[in-house]
């Protein structure tokens, strides 16, 4: 299988690329460790969206409740996220 090919604008590298450190731009305390910790944080925000939309959710009045700090490992190191909270009725992603 083909691996899909991203491209992201100049404009965005040259925004996530200023006042870097070009030393540690690439270590897991720079920009890639930012962006890691970013994209986490999205896409578990994303995945409580989707779950929070459905017609059930919505019927039982779940929401956000907050954020919570939650430690995760990745090969880099750990990660600290901040992730939203749910009613504590029901299990959320990020616990």
Do not use: W
């Not at 991203?6 to 006042?19: C, I, V, Y």
């Not at 890639?32 to 969206?49: C, I, N, Q, T, V």
């Amino acid at each position: 299988m083909a691996m899909k090919t991203r491209t992201f604008s100049a404009e965005l590298l040259d925004e996530l690329l200023k006042d870097q450190d070009p030393a540690t731009v690439l270590q897991s305390d720079g920009l890639l460790g930012e962006l890691k910790k970013a994209l986490a944080e999205r896409m578990l925000d994303a995945e409580l969206d989707a779950h929070l939309g459905t017609e059930a959710e919505q019927a039982a009045g779940n929401h956000r409740n907050g954020y919570s700090r939650k430690t995760v490992r990745s090969e880099d190191g750990e990660l600290v996220l901040t992730c939203s909270r749910r009613p504590s009725s029901r299990p959320a992603s990020c616990t």
